[in-house]
């Protein structure tokens, strides 16, 4: 009798400065399609406060309880009841060159960089092309994610996997290349 191996489970912390937009829809996202081998959550180095409207709509889309977002410190992970993050992933480019806390259990860490959404300035069909532009490029990265076996997501292999996840996304043939640019 042969057994199937049991896939590990996996927290995410994804980062950004308010978290209020890129870091809510990769919580979202990663939560409804990695359901049951990933638990996603987000945090922001300065966050706003709130949750954009624009991201709270999106993660419904995704049948996401939008209830469950909320714009919060990246202090609440740090502390000693904090749920134990195997990966930390960076969505934003000013969060990037920020000096991050001392995350218990050393995760793997990659920069996943997104334009923000919420800096966009237009009218509001402008400003949904920007949410969605965003929630694809995360989706795709996050299947990339997905698709990956437990043995490219333990130890040494994982911070190498992350990071190619980005590259492997810019490499991408795509008519949309929003996810791309920098802002």
Known sequence: MTTTPVAHHYNVLFLCTGNSARSILAEALLNTLGAGRFTAYSAGSHPGGQVQPIAAELARGLGYDAARLRSKSWDE??????PRMDFILTVCDSAAGESCPLWPGHPATAYWGVPDPAAVNGDEASRRVA???????LRRRIELLLALPDEKLRGLAARA??????ARDALTPR???TCLQPH
Request: with cysteine.
């Open 131 to 137: 949410y969605r532009d965003a929630l694809l490029c």
């Open 161 to 166: 996997e992350l990071q190619a996840i980005a």
């Open 175 to 177: 008519i949309d290349t």
């Open 77 to 82: 992970f740090t502390a000693p009841d904090a």
